[in-house]
C-alpha cells in the first residue's frame, strides 16, 4: 500500500517590469503529515524539487513562507532582487530561491502568480451557491441510506 505522507506544489508566475515579463516559479504549498514531521520529509521535498526545477531551465523560485524553515535551503528576501509582492510591497515572508549563480540578473519588478489563482466574485457565488446545494443533497441523501440501513436492521430480527 502507498501512503502520501507529504507533498509539494509549483506553480508558473511571472514578474513583471516595464522592460518585460519574466517566468518563474512559485512554491506553495509544502506539507508534511504531522505525525511524519521531523523525519526529514519536507527537506527531501524540498531539495529534490528544487534540483528538478533547476533540470527544467527554471531560474528561480517564489514563496510566501517562514523565513526561519526555507532560508536553509538558500531562500533570501525578495528585496535583493528588487521582485516585489503584485501590491508593490515586500515583506520578510516573501522569498526567492536564484537556482544558479546569476539567474536572476535582470529580473526585476512585480511577482504576479498564475491567473488560475484569481478569484472572480460572482464565479466563486455560483460556486458556493452549487456546492451548498450539493452538500444539502449528499446529506438527505445519506440521511435517507441511513434510514433504510437502520430500518432494515429493525425489520431482518
Not at 524539487?49 to 514563496?63: P, Y
Not at 530561491?97 to 511577482?111: D, P, R
Amino acid at each position: 500500500m502507498i501512503v502520501v505522507v507529504g507533498h509539494i506544489i509549483y506553480s508558473k508566475a511571472k514578474v513583471v517590469h516595464d522592460d518585460g515579463e519574466f517566468d518563474i516559479l512559485c512554491m506553495g504549498p509544502l506539507a508534511v503529515l504531522p505525525s511524519y514531521q521531523g523525519n526529514g520529509i519536507g527537506s527531501l521535498l524540498m531539495n529534490d524539487s528544487i534540483e528538478a526545477a533547476k533540470a527544467l531551465g527554471h531560474r528561480g523560485i517564489v514563496i510566501f513562507g517562514n523565513p526561519n524553515y526555507y532560508h536553509r535551503f538558500g531562500f533570501e528576501n525578495a528585496m535583493k532582487y528588487n521582485i516585489q509582492t503584485a501590491e508593490g510591497t515586500n515583506l520578510e515572508e516573501f522569498m526567492v530561491l536564484e537556482l544558479y549563480e546569476g539567474s536572476l540578473t535582470g529580473i526585476h519588478g512585480k511577482f504576479y502568480a498564475d491567473s488560475v489563482f484569481s478569484v472572480d466574485q460572482e464565479e466563486l457565488a455560483n460556486f458556493e451557491k452549487q456546492f451548498s446545494n450539493l452538500c444539502n443533497w449528499i446529506m438527505r441523501e445519506a440521511y435517507t441510506a441511513s434510514l433504510f440501513y437502520y430500518n432494515h436492521d429493525l425489520n431482518s430480527k
